[in-house]
């Protein structure tokens, strides 16, 4: 017989005797197969708490939990307390603990722990978190475990691995009314482990993740909530404070997070933390609603890893909305590990971000939509190392790389989205899009201008829609995507005088070193798609005249204008301006004096070339792609 048996036995024929009416006492049930012990105690005011789970003895003579504990589905903090449970966020290492549900635990050690507990660790384990990892080691099945108000010290990850569990706290509509766990360790907060079947979750409701002061680092690897194995994780309702990385979902599917608010300690922006970054190979469905991170480099990370895997998939059907990201470099990250694989599907919907650097970066993807969104650049901190001077919304490839291998995106919507600067910041376009990408429709945006314009509250280096320098090789996936189509329309320049009326730097192009986009080196190919972008810049007058009276009306561009033409000179030249065509576009020229014939020397994709019979002269011309 082992001593703790005996020492049990012996409880059972002397506590009542021993012990007086207002000391707590061991009751035993033994109306079942097995013969259970119970604290009770008399004096404790919550009904609840007299009797406490102690332990049972079954049919065979061997110490174990009470029934309801080793098959339970639901605990509550109650039955948490027959494990030692306190959460009053005191530190309380199990070797430091001398008692135990009247049991003397002085010297206990960690295997005598384990018989008692068996999910602790070690004899540094804080009893709060060994408690309830005992709770879940002792179920056989998916559980639920509900905490009341309190706080509760982890020294260690808390790891939930083969079996669904979701902890709940008590709800946040009061301040006092929170479940906090505070990490006092280097390591992971909350894990889901890499193991877990398929039928296996995690879900976290209802609670505070906090790391404790002594570990903040700016360049820590921890994460507070890291889901190994994300199979239709639930996050609802989570604060986490502190931790450099929030949340870290791998091959995530069917996930959906709620109203998760992560906070970075970092008010001076130095650290290169990411608040979710959601990663892996065959990911669908997965949602962020109603959430934010603040302070972090990188706020939303979506990156697929497929890489190694011919024929794989990687991350599809992806919904962040109402949404937000707050003093971050850059809000949005799409990218893909394989130029053969572009993720599929995202929506970006009514967000509300601040940035230095970029809102949105994607290098490979398709079918993305952004709107309903209002976009503030913010002016970098001195001191911090989060970059700015960046393209805002930039999509394909990588600014400054070139070359056939650079990833592409295809199928893009951006519309009805508002873009400011009102504190300031640098920027170098709004808009970038890379020469890989296809079938982009920008509608219906406002941009106040007067952030962008040099003395204003920031300066733009560049241009407000561009288009780089990169070459495009055969058209992706044809079937389906409106080849190099780029348009642009209903964009309300804010702060202008004529708000429909572009500014001077509103649309940039880098020269095409191929001349055009060079499908098998035909320009033509390429006029039967609607590239409205082009046609929007201003054109200006070339060698037209020698005399003063020539110029180029108002609101004339490449599209279409009206050219004052004084009629001395043998030809007159209209320049495209910026970005000029990357076809050679089909154009007419006119007189508008019925007795003045136009003839048309030349067209590239740079200017018209025309002389006339007669002058002064108005001439109307117009340019198409088809």
């Known amino acids: 017989?082992?001593?703790?048996?005996?020492?049990?036995?012996?409880?059972?024929?002397?506590?009542?005797?021993?012990?007086?009416?207002?000391?707590?006492?061991?009751?035993?049930?033994?109306?079942?197969?097995?013969?259970?012990v119970y604290v009770w105690d008399p004096n404790n005011t919550t009904?609840?708490?007299?009797?406490?789970?102690?332990?049972?003895?079954?049919?065979?003579?061997?110490?174990?939990?009470?029934?309801?504990l080793r098959n339970a589905r639901t605990i509550n903090e109650t039955?948490?307390?027959?494990?030692?449970?306190?959460?009053?966020?005191?530190?309380?290492?199990?070797?430091?603990?001398?008692?135990?549900?009247?049991?003397?635990?002085?010297?206990?050690?960690?295997?005598?722990?384990?018989?008692?507990?068996?999910?602790?660790?070690a004899l540094t384990d804080n009893i709060d978190e060994a408690a309830i990892a005992s709770a879940i080691s002792a179920s056989t099945g998916d559980l639920t475990i509900n905490l009341g108000p309190g706080t509760i010290v982890l020294t260690r990850p808390l790891i939930l691995c083969g079996k669904t569990v979701m902890l709940q706290g008590a709800s946040l509509l009061s301040y006092n009314a929170v479940t906090k766990f505070v990490v006092r360790h280097a390591g992971n907060g909350i894990e889901h482990c890499a193991?877990?079947?398929?039928?296996?979750?995690?879900?976290?409701?209802?609670?505070?993740?906090?790391?404790?002061?002594?570990?903040?680092?700016?360049?820590?690897?921890?994460?507070a909530i890291y889901d190994r194995t994300a199979n239709w994780t639930r996050l609802d309702n989570i604060v986490v404070t502190d931790f450099n990385n929030c949340a870290r979902l791998f091959n995530p599917?069917?996930?959906?997070?709620?109203?998760?608010?992560?906070?970075?300690?970092?008010?001076?922006?130095?650290?290169?933390?990411?608040?979710?970054?959601?990663?892996?190979?065959?990911?669908f469905e997965n949602k962020i609603y109603d959430s934010g991170p603040n302070g972090f480099k990188q706020s939303y990370v979506l990156n697929?890893?497929?890489?190694?895997?011919?024929?794989?998939?990687?991350?599809?059907?992806?919904?962040?909305?109402?949404?937000?990201?707050?003093?971050?470099?850059?809000?949005?990250?799409?990218?893909s590990d394989s130029r053969t694989y572009g993720p599929l599907f995202f929506k970006f919907i009514g967000m509300s971000a601040e940035?230095?650097?970029?809102?949105?970066?994607?290098?490979?993807?398709?079918?993305?939509?952004?709107?309903?969104?209002?976009?503030?650049?913010?002016?970098?901190?001195?001191?911090?190392?989060?970059?700015?001077?960046?393209p805002l919304f930039e999509f394909g490839g990588d600014n400054g790389a070139n070359g056939s291998n650079t990833p592409n995106c295809a199928m893009i919507r951006v519309n009805d989205n508002m873009i400011f600067a009102p504190s300031g910041g640098d920027i170098q376009d709004v808009f970038r899009v890379n020469r890989r990408t296809t079938d982009v429709v920008f509608a219906n945006n406002q941009i106040g201008t007067a952030g962008f314009t040099a003395g204003g509250n920031g300066s733009m280096s560049g241009y407000y829609y561009y288009l780089s320098d990169y070459t495009h090789p055969s058209l992706d996936k044809p079937s389906f995507t409106r080849a190099n189509s780029i348009t642009e329309y209903g964009t309300y320049w804010r702060d202008q005088a004529t708000p429909f009326l572009p500014p001077t730097n509103a649309y940039g192009s880098a020269t095409d070193p191929s001349?055009?986009?060079g499908l098998d080196n035909s320009e033509r190919a390429y006029t039967r798609y609607d590239i409205q972008m082009f046609g929007r810049a201003k054109t200006t007058l070339g060698t037209c005249s020698t005399g003063t009276g020539s110029a180029m009306a108002p609101g004339s561009t490449n599209a279409s204008g009206t050219v004052h033409d004084d009629g001395t000179g043998t030809s007159c030249v209209i320049n495209f301006g910026t970005p000029k065509f990357n076809f050679v576009p089909r154009c007419q020229v006119r007189a508008r004096t019925g007795s003045v014939q136009i003839s048309i020397t030349s067209i590239t994709q740079n200017a018209i070339t025309y002389t006339r019979s007669a002058g002064p002269v108005d001439v109307d011309y117009s340019c198409s792609a088809n």
């Open 47 to 68: 009904a609840t708490d007299k009797g406490l789970p102690f332990g049972c003895i079954d049919g065979k003579g061997a110490w174990n939990l009470p029934p309801g």
């Open 515 to 517: 001349g055009g986009f």
């Open 195 to 223: 193991s877990a079947p398929q039928s296996s979750r995690m879900e976290l409701r209802n609670l505070d993740i906090d790391l404790d002061d002594t570990f903040r680092s700016a360049s820590s690897g921890s994460w």
């Open 304 to 335: 697929s890893l497929v890489a190694g895997f011919p024929g794989a998939i990687g991350l599809e059907d992806f919904t962040i909305q109402n949404s937000g990201c707050g003093h971050t470099e850059t809000c949005i990250t799409v990218d």
């Open 355 to 390: 940035a230095t650097g970029q809102f949105v970066r994607a290098r490979s993807c398709t079918d993305m939509v952004i709107r309903d969104g209002i976009w503030l650049v913010s002016k970098k901190a001195g001191g911090s190392t989060f970059a700015n001077n960046l």
């Open 253 to 283: 599917s069917g996930t959906v997070a709620t109203r998760v608010q992560c906070r970075h300690f970092d008010g001076s922006y130095v650290n290169n933390g990411i608040g979710f970054l959601y990663e892996g190979t065959n990911s």
């Open 1 to 36: 017989m082992t001593r703790l048996l005996a020492f049990i036995l012996a409880v059972f024929t002397t506590a009542a005797v021993a012990q007086t009416k207002d000391t707590p006492t061991f009751q035993i049930d033994g109306s079942g197969a097995t013969r259970c």
């Open 79 to 121: 039955d948490l307390r027959g494990y030692g449970y306190v959460g009053d966020g005191t530190s309380r290492p199990l070797s430091s603990v001398a008692i135990l549900n009247g049991r003397s635990t002085a010297g206990w050690t960690l295997a005598q722990w384990q018989a008692a507990l068996p999910g602790a660790q």
